[in-house]
């Protein structure tokens, strides 16, 4: 594979650092320092304005804008529009002159460049000094944050240091809603109302189609500034101002911004507007250092409880941090309508969408960091239930469709094969409640929602399904995870997922018919089940087609898929990559090459269902098939490489996952943060290393450690307890550092973990 | 299936005949009164404009223009834009007033309104009776032909009879190039010149992207005409003037015009416009009387030669005439440049391309009617064989991969999925191949031009397929004629077409070495032959899957298809039908619903390869699990059903084969005829009840008798005879009407046949 790495900043455990600026770089850049609180991101871009190449990537989760997706034909229930988190404003908008010569690292004379992410405490900060062609040098830092509390707020404070003399700097400080979505070419706002009120200068955004409406305000804090002069256009406001600074002496000024969206396409303007200077009234009244504190104690909470130590990698040491710092900003259940773009909230690239990623890669991450924040994710599916009703009628069929990638419930992928062929997006749906519910043993949100959820999942199964000539049951016509291959039959990911969650919803039924029989009324009244529909279910999942060949005990990925003809992947030259540039559609879909591991993917999902030597076969079967054209293949690899043993190859395959982005991987960082590939790097750890598994009754461990490392250590919320665990070359010491203890099967024996500990001796065949 | 016949036109067995004029109806007269010469083809609408609905259509064969296919997404090797034959000028152009009220059958008062299709002379005329406001009242007759002889020639006659005064008729005639391209919205047409030479007055049009150039001139003759005013606009050109009509006498005026057609970009306006009044000089010098008079002896010799009867069914009479009508005016083999588009030159509807429905469906009409045409028709396959080159290569793979839709031998179809796997396409185009030269004996053909496709297209499946793990070899991810299942592995047909392919080829090859041995270096020497490509060829057609269960005999479609879930056809609601409008694509593709018999066909394609056993045990699998949704699909089950002694489903089957646009039955005549579809009736009467076959060494019948006919006769032209098979409930007659003596098989047994003709008593089993 054509991934090498892009080494280019510092190496640090708990910070990213560049020195020096690289013009080639400086897309990459903005994603790495990309912040966001979850309401809302803004990618690492210059405050002052950059006439070089960049891309000025501000947004608020889900709100959209919506465009038509291209069609050859028109074909019934295939998706023809598509919607889209737009790019919204820049509103760390800032312009600095000195002589009228106007700051720009594209044009000025810029050195001792340094900008640093603090995963500690969640700011980016830069600092260089810029010496003018009048020959003045003015060191200037800039730091900004959005805190993790009040999810409204972002903070901006620029500091300004005359090196050599002293005098005027010139600055205009605003709110600019002309940047456009670039990948539209497009400019997708209208200003309906600005102006300046108490103190607070505000502009309100109105996006088109979707008619989401953005108030953003802000506040200047400084004994720096004078006299401001209020600036409008037609889609900015902001303030002009003049600063006079002392040689030897430090001045700054903080902007305090409140962003604020609306998605109702109804609310009136002015209704917004009020609700936005409320909000800004109150949280711009904190100073940027009480905002800051507060900020930064959501962060040292995290750290204290979640961290992940390697020792002996530094390199892993900073990426898995970097991971996990990426996760909680990206999302941390602030509000049910939000959830995890593939991208997060870093850059246009997959539109914000959400795909299944968020229910099989990213949701354990947060059962175990962040339990209310899992639940929340859940929320969004039920919130957009309604959307998934209405898609599964749009395909001829029953009860919940989950869309391929969508930012507000409704399908938005714009390929209508994957749209619509690859329906084992609502398995995923039903596969996080079943684990979000094992391990949380959250009965409420199960019978409050959940049920509800796999209830209409199980009967678009049932009704997309068919039963076969010999009598059994199946799925026709689908695609799986692998996307190598389309338009198949009983793909056993598909098959195996939809069993499993027949079996689980009919389980739930039964539970609830004893424990909650009038909550189950109140489900099946509301959706008119039918007892008959339980029952179809149930012989579905006892004749569901699980392809496999009995001979050997390896699973067929799907019918066929044994007689296809074989590729050796090592022959495909590096060049060729990525494929989908370079080979026709028909070649990359007719060989046993796939881009992802299905049947790798349910043995990890299902591990108790299977033995070791039937894990062990289909590793070695399907791993030499295997491109990993997808950036969540990988992992899936290397947990499965640790549990059986295969030590050196586990190493590898985790080789990039948590310095994708830091290293630029797969060349297209640039774009945005590969976020929910991220998700993976943390399950790399916990579930591969730690050997974690938790489809079993109890929490399951097996852990093993790579070569290179002197020791690691994982923590994770569990039952209101955190466990520690501590991995090195001799022992696993298990501890819980608060909650009650835990009950746990550690290398094939139960355990009771308390706050004493166990150290239990790693056998020989877990460590190399 | 939801097809009930239209009967609305007089049942006639050499006319077509509308009485009274029908608002409703009138885009499916404009279609079914369409004429054409190869050359151009021209809609049957009205000479003197209407406002009400209708579909001005005036085409020059192979004349487009292109426009971008909209795509979700970039991928490699599909198609991005499209090449349509573009609607030209209305070369009819006529308006008539009289006390300035014009008229218009939308808003003037029209009775005795009577057109006709006349079969024997291939003339369309019409007539009706035109009361104006002012109360005159004026007997009009429009006479059109479009010369068979002479194809740049079209003659319009205009005749009015004033039944109740005298007095000034007002007309302008002229060559408008407004009329739009009705699916693009669009007009495409800029005319760099127009004017008035020599009599001739003159019009160039040049159409957007491709700079095709269309001349169109003509000369107006008539004792009537005092003085002409020449009117010239942006794009038309015309004269107006004045008729001083008597009561009681006829006026009228015959409007000559030559269209002739620049297909090659860079042509100078000037050389065109040269050319063009060149031709026009010597075209419109003849009268309209002698134009008409070469005409009709064309259409003379087509009935006297090639005429089939049907005595007992005037509705089949009627409709296989005007198949037989069609095909000719379609294509007579003018030139190679040219092709048989879907829909003929009567509508815009599929773009004017060619599909490989020529090679399967029309040559056979041309083998035994014009084999003139029909080496005609591989020869602009070999014109094009360039296009098919890079089309190969842009696919990853080598040789000729022919077009699934095309006008100019570019890919031109919107649909990759149908575009990128359907490569019997190019099967078809060898088999075309073989089929004429097996049965004119062309070597000459075969050895300058046939065998370098037959080489390339092998080339192009050698690169296309893949060798399965267990050393067979197939075709993966591809779409056979049957549509509805996309991305299958080993479609039976593709597979058999490309086996015996195959062998052809090296047959020919063997062939050539032996008896041409310089044209066959010739011929490898411009290619690169390498012998080692031969043994390739030959281990494949070896190795060649065809999917088929040996315990039953049943052919199984393609991999997998047996276990494919089972629908009853029958238990779809009429009103679902067409399915691609009322059901989604995964619906449409899962199940064992087929649209069209792919084993079916390859075993009528190749008959002599199969028993009788095996074809009854195939046609009642596959029978009921077709729905026909391509009108090429039932001709094939009539063919085999009468070979099969089903004669009540042969005849079923064969249905509204004549008449499917007479009748309107698929209620879309109105975009334009069925033109391929036209040429399967043919077919179904020469090799469904006659019984022919022609895979084997000499002809062979064996006919069959419909019960509700009293007999039928058809002629082919066979070896530079002219064979004419009778036969009635007791006999079959074979005689030869002019040429040498046929071998032939008749009911398995060997006859030669001449003009003293045989009669063979029918067994019982061949009729009803």
């Known amino acids: 594979m054509a991934k090498v790495a892009d080494r280019y900043l510092e190496v640090d455990p708990w910070s990213v650092v560049e020195n020096g600026f690289s013009v080639e770089r400086s897309r990459v850049s903005e994603s790495i320092f990309s912040l966001s609180n979850e309401y809302m991101g803004v990618r690492g871009y210059f405050d002052e304005g950059y006439s070089g190449e960049r891309l000025v990537g501000s947004y608020l989760n889900g709100v959209y804008t919506e465009a038509p997706i291209p069609q050859p034909n028109i074909y019934k229930g295939v998706a023809n529009k598509t919607r889209f988190m737009v790019n919204t404003l820049d509103w760390l908008y800032t312009r600095i002159s000195i002589d009228r010569e106007q700051l720009d690292f594209a044009k000025c004379n810029i050195k001792d460049f340094m900008r640093k992410l603090d995963l500690k405490n969640g700011t980016v900060s830069r600092e260089f000094v810029w010496t003018t062609s009048s020959g003045k040098s003015l060191k200037l830092t800039f730091i900004r944050f959005l805190s993790m509390v009040d999810s409204n707020l972002g903070c901006q404070r620029i500091v300004l240091e005359p090196v050599d003399f002293s005098g005027r700097v010139d600055v205009q400080s605003g709110l600019d809603f002309t940047p456009i979505h670039v990948s539209e070419k497009k400019n997708f706002w209208e200003c309906p109302k600005k102006g300046r009120e108490n103190g607070i200068t505000a502009i309100i955004g109105k996006a088109e189609k979707s008619g989401h409406q953005v108030f953003s305000g802000f506040k200047l804090c400084s004994d720096s500034i004078a006299d401001t002069r209020l600036v409008e256009e037609e889609k900015y406001i902001g303030l002009e101002f003049s600063i006079e600074v002392k040689q030897g002496t430090k001045a700054s000024f903080d902007k305090m911004v409140v962003n604020y969206a609306d998605k109702n396409s109804n609310t ?77 909230l870093t850059g246009e690239a997959y539109s914000g969408h959400t795909f299944w990623d968020t229910e099989t890669y990213c949701l354990p991450f947060y059962i175990f960091n962040n339990p209310a924040a899992a639940r929340k994710l859940l929320e969004y599916r039920y919130k957009t239930l309604p959307q998934a009703l209405d898609w599964a009628k749009e395909q001829d069929c029953k009860g919940a469709c989950y869309p391929m990638s969508t930012i507000d419930g409704t399908e938005s992928c714009g390929v209508w094969w994957h749209g619509n062929l690859e329906i084992h997006v609502s398995g995923a749906i ?10 949380t043993g959250d009965t409420e949100f199960l019978y409050s929602q959940g049920v509800e959820m796999l209830l209409q999942v199980s009967r678009f199964f049932a009704s997309r399904g068919n039963w076969s000539p010999d009598g059994k049951f199946g799925f026709y016509g689908v ?45 099946s009244g509301r959706i008119s089940l039918d007892s008959k529909e339980l029952d179809g279910w149930k012989s579905m999942a006892q004749s569901m087609i699980i392809p496999c060949d009995e001979k050997t005990g390896i699973y067929e990925q799907h019918d066929g898929y044994f007689m296809l003809p074989h590729l050796d992947i090592h022959s495909i030259p590096v060049e060729e990559f990525p494929l989908y540039h370079h080979w026709t559609l028909p070649r990359i879909y007719r060989y046993d090459m796939i881009k992802q591991p299905d049947v790798l993917l349910f043995m990890f999902f299902f591990s108790q269902d299977y033995s070791m030597v039937g894990k062990l076969k289909n590793y070695e079967y399907y791993e030499p098939r295997c491109i990993h054209e997808s950036s969540l293949s990988p992992s ?24 994708l982005d830091l290293d630029n991987y797969n060349r297209n960082t640039g774009e945005g943060l590969h976020t929910t590939s991220i998700a993976a790097a943390w399950m790399n750890i916990v579930y591969g290393f730690g050997g974690m598994r938790t489809d079993g009754g109890k929490l399951i461990f097996s852990p093993s450690i790579p070569e290179k490392w002197k020791s690691f250590s994982f923590r994770i919320l569990y039952n209101n307890a955190v466990l520690s665990v501590t991995v090195d070359k001799d022992n696993a010491v298990f501890r819980t550092i608060s909650g ?15 706050s004493n500990g166990i150290n239990i001796p790693l056998p020989a065949d877990r460590k190399q």
Chains 1, 2 share one sequence.
């Open 268 to 344: 009136d303007t002015a209704k917004v507007w009020e609700s936005g200077m409320n909000l800004a009234g109150k949280l711009t009244a904190m100073s940027f250092e009480d905002a800051l504190s507060k900020h930064t104690a959501y962060w040292t909470d995290v750290w204290n409880n979640l961290d992940i130590t390697i020792e002996g990698d530094p390199e892993n040491q900073q990426g898995i941090r970097f991971c996990i710092f990426q996760l909680h900003q990206t999302y941390h259940g602030f509000d049910a309508s939000n959830n995890v773009g593939a991208k997060g």
């Open 636 to 659: 899936v690899h290397s947990i499965l490489a640790a549990e059986l043993g295969k030590h050196d190859e586990a190493y590898n395959f985790f080789g990039f996952a948590t310095r």
């Open 430 to 439: 039903s596969y996080g409640i079943w684990h979000y519910v094992k391990l």
């Open 740 to 754: 009650p203890s835990i009950e746990a099967v550690i290398f094939g024996r139960g355990y009771s973990i308390d």
């Open 479 to 523: 695609m799986g995870p692998d996307e190598f291959h389309t338009f198949v039959n009983n793909n056993c990911y598909t098959n195996v997922l939809a069993k499993k969650m027949f079996e689980y919803t009919l389980e739930v039924v039964e539970e609830m018919k004893k424990t909650a029989p009038g909550k189950f009324e109140d489900v």
